[in-house]
């Protein structure tokens, strides 16, 4: 149980153009869901919480109007990065939590999406 | 502020080594602490995870930690290392009500054969 897929794997697109990713969450229901970014040899940068039916909170220093977050459904949450730069491209790691599960702060992670921007 | 600290960022071993990997939280409340890996080119993968009871925590692949309040720490071991355990290995703690993971800068091991 408690599988979180992300779409794509991996993406290469344009300087300017905009790309969405996607996070799954399979046989559970996420209220929360988180959206990482990883740098090369490089720990987890928490970019923001996603809320289900709310406005994700962002860290600080992370652009709300770059980075659109949308929680849209209990199983699913999109991340759109927007008129994307070459210093945006970096590995982009989803998380979601399970409200039902005993360990309910647990974090359960996506394959990740790595994002190429020409 | 919350924060982990791992110390050890770089770990070179032969096979059959021991391994001990330390972690450090800062916070004085109720915590839950996660050990991930993250294997070359793989995705994060959950070793092992504390959130009550035994401190002593056994996890997959052989390795285990134990927690221990009074030094705030949460250290990796496993007795002897293999070839296959290179890999990134990251800290993470949950404290409190904050759904947020703190995470460590993780530390890279490599293990020789």
């Known amino acids: 149980g408690a599988v979180v897929s992300q779409h794509p794997s991996w993406v290469i697109c344009k300087s300017g153009t905009s790309v969405k990713i996607e996070c799954r969450s399979l046989?559970?229901?996420?209220?929360?869901m988180f959206w990482y970014r990883q740098f090369p040899k490089q720990s987890l940068m928490l970019m923001a919480t996603?809320?289900?039916?709310?406005?994700?909170?962002?860290e600080q220093g992370v652009e709300k109007d770059k980075f659109l977050i949308n929680h849209a459904s209990l199983t699913l949450s999109t991340l759109t990065v927007t008129s994307a730069h070459p210093e945006d491209s970096s590995f982009y790691i989803c998380?979601?939590?399970?409200?039902?599960?005993?360990?309910?702060?647990?974090?359960?992670f996506g394959p990740g999406t790595r994002l190429t921007v020409l | 502020a919350q924060s982990v600290s791992q110390h050890n960022h770089h770990v070179i071993l032969s096979e059959a080594a021991s391994l001990e990997l330390g972690c450090n939280y800062s916070?004085?409340?109720?915590?839950?602490l996660f050990w991930y890996v993250q294997y070359p080119g793989q995705h994060l993968q959950l070793l092992l995870k504390?959130?009550?009871?035994d401190p002593l925590v056994k996890g997959i692949k052989g390795f285990e930690a134990e927690f221990i309040k009074s030094k705030f720490s949460f250290n990796l071991r496993k007795p002897s290392v293999q070839w296959s355990d290179t890999a990134e290995y990251f800290c993470?703690?949950?404290?409190?009500?904050?759904?947020?993971?703190?995470w460590g800068l993780g530390t890279s091991l490599a293990v020789n054969p």
């Open positions: 998380s979601a939590r399970d409200p039902t599960a005993v360990s309910y702060n647990e974090q359960f």
């Open positions: 046989d559970f229901q996420a209220t929360t």
């Open positions: 996603s809320n289900e039916g709310s406005k994700a909170t962002y």
């Open positions: 916070y004085g409340g109720t915590v839950n």
């Open positions: 504390y959130f009550s009871g």
């Open positions: 993470a703690v949950n404290a409190g009500n904050n759904r947020k993971l703190i």
